[in-house]
């Protein structure tokens, strides 16, 4: 196909060549973008692309922005079709779904906005934004004409609204999002009535707007939209939704997908998230301040409910042509324990004792009160393995006594347990035998701190390492086992 134009949008932007990948195990493949797009960016360029094997975005949206050019040309559309969309593109406003990109047609192809891109300086351009919108419908309904349905829609619209000042969870925010969802499906709805020339179909959507938005214009431009869309109908039931492709996002530069909440305060990098950044530079709060609030134990970045992001599904949904499943509600988590920690100089005791003949050492950590917050256990005989376990174990312990878990639960819990070594207990009156160590342990513990000197006995069988009961009694040093009886063999006899 000859080149219709000359890709200039891209003119003056610097570019940078990266290493993509689909995922992490993939060959990587040069992908030339726009060096602030970063490698987000050129991941999700790879992962559109599979085959390519090298990748420059101006000559890969140039493919098929070449096919929408030259079929708006044969039905008489405007000639700068292909320079608002790669204008579109370059200004990361919006960007297709992957089938578009490689040329597919047919399915239900996407077309994601940015609606960020439009917003300078916090004036949203409205009238941008619903151009961008049918510039996005005709450019689909051109690159895939069998296409059953599209899925035209918006994401990162939390920062959005961040950058707006709105809390996520707030009725402004909910109206605000209607608004946008109403202009984008009725911009969409007149974009393909113009195209496809009023012909019967589906009616445009009517459903009420609400009756104020905080965002100057924005309401303003969808009823204009609507009055628009209302001369013709569309032919596919679905013009406009939410397509599930990150890699679309990723390429926009969106941190929260579509229109779902941010669930952290850090980004990928480790470092604080954007729509943080601009929180607080909305607030005119610095960083150091937001730190020292933090500290203080208030919840600066506290992620929005469930609740909200159900909200906001049901604040939209009238306004879309197709909508995913509404975010289920989870079951509100308990409360979380608070975990009291010990004071820095503490008492309590070291008990040494000898289990089955093996070592053991066990030392407490006691609260001001007397009540027992943590324990250690050292060994010294056995294997490096086998301490580690019991390392870990004592941490646990200490983690759930300081958590506010009753001594008589873990005693209960473990007192009984059977494995080697195990026996007669020497160095502690306390205890006379274990069926464990970690039997003693909480014999010991249970002796010391609850009182309890009457548990039953632990009664130690001759057993073996993993504490099945022997079926006879241990050798003695120099007995050897009784051979097993020979199996007599048969006599063979030769038949003639």
């Known amino acids: 196909m000859a080149q219709l134009f000359t890709p200039k949008s891209w003119h003056g932007i610097r570019q940078a060549v990266f290493t993509g990948r689909a995922d992490p195990d993939a060959p990587g493949v040069p992908v030339k973008l726009p060096a ?39 039905a008489g559309l405007q000639k700068t079709i292909a320079t608002d969309l790669q204008a579109l593109l370059a200004a990361r406003q919006g960007a297709p779904g992957p089938g578009t990109w490689r040329g597919e047609d047919g399915g239900a192809p996407s077309f994601i906005l940015n609606p960020n891109a439009f917003l300078d300086d916090g004036v949203f351009e409205s009238r941008a934004f619903a ?17 059953a349905s599209l899925a035209v829609g918006f994401t990162d619209l939390h920062l959005f609204l961040v950058r707006l000042g709105l809390d996520y969870d707030s009725d402004a925010a909910r109206e605000t999002a209607a608004c946008l969802a109403a202009l984008v499906t009725a911009s969409a709805e007149a974009a393909a009535s113009r195209l496809w020339g009023g012909r019967e179909g589906f009616a445009p959507a009517a459903a009420p707007l609400p009756a104020r938005c905080a965002v100057p214009g924005l309401r303003e431009a969808a009823l204009s939209a609507r ?12 013009l406009t939704g939410f397509a599930p492709e990150r890699a679309v996002e990723a390429l926009l530069g969106a941190e929260t997908v579509g229109y779902a909440p941010a669930t952290s305060a850090l980004g990928a990098d480790g470092r604080l998230a954007q729509w943080v950044r601009e929180a607080l530079a909305v607030r005119h709060v610095s960083a150091e301040a937001a730190l020292a609030a933090q500290l203080a134990g208030e919840d600066v970045f506290a992620p929005a409910p469930p609740a909200a992001y159900a909200a906001m599904h049901d604040a939209i949904a009238p306004f879309m042509h197709a909508m995913p499943a509404r975010p289920a509600l989870t079951a509100p988590a308990p409360p979380a324990t608070v975990r009291t920690m010990l004071p820095a100089r ?17 030392s407490t950590g006691e609260y001001a009160n007397g009540r027992l917050g943590e324990i250690f256990i ?23 006594l300081q958590h506010g878990v009753n001594l008589e639960d873990f005693v209960e819990a473990f007192t009984f347990t059977r494995f080697g070594p195990a026996g007669l207990v020497e160095g502690d009156p306390a205890v006379a035998q274990a069926t464990s160590l970690i039997d003693y342990v909480f ?10 000197v009457s548990l039953a006995p632990a009664v130690v069988e001759a057993a073996d390492t993993v504490g099945e009961v022997a079926d006879r009694a241990p ?14 063999r048969r006599a063979l006899r030769l038949v003639s």
């Open 36 to 74: 602030a797009w970063g490698q987000a960016a050129a991941d999700a360029m790879a992962s559109m692309l599979p085959q390519a094997g090298a990748i420059d975005i101006a000559q890969a949206s140039q493919k098929w922005i070449e096919v929408v050019t030259v079929r708006a040309v044969a």
């Open 131 to 147: 151009a961008a919108a049918g510039l996005a419908v005709t450019a689909l309904l051109l690159a895939a004409p069998r296409a």
């Open 227 to 238: 009055v628009t869309a209302g001369a013709g109908e569309r032919r596919l039931k679905n």
């Open 346 to 362: 503490r008492a309590g005791y070291t008990q040494k004792a000898s289990v089955g003949g093996h070592k053991i050492f066990l």
């Open 378 to 400: 050292a060994l010294h005989k056995e294997g490096s393995a086998f301490r580690g376990l019991m390392d870990a174990f004592a941490i646990a312990v200490s983690m759930g």
């Open 443 to 452: 014999r010991n513990l249970a002796a010391n701190y609850l009182g309890h």
């Open 475 to 488: 050798l003695l040093p120099l007995d050897f086992p009784e051979p097993a009886p020979r199996e007599k």
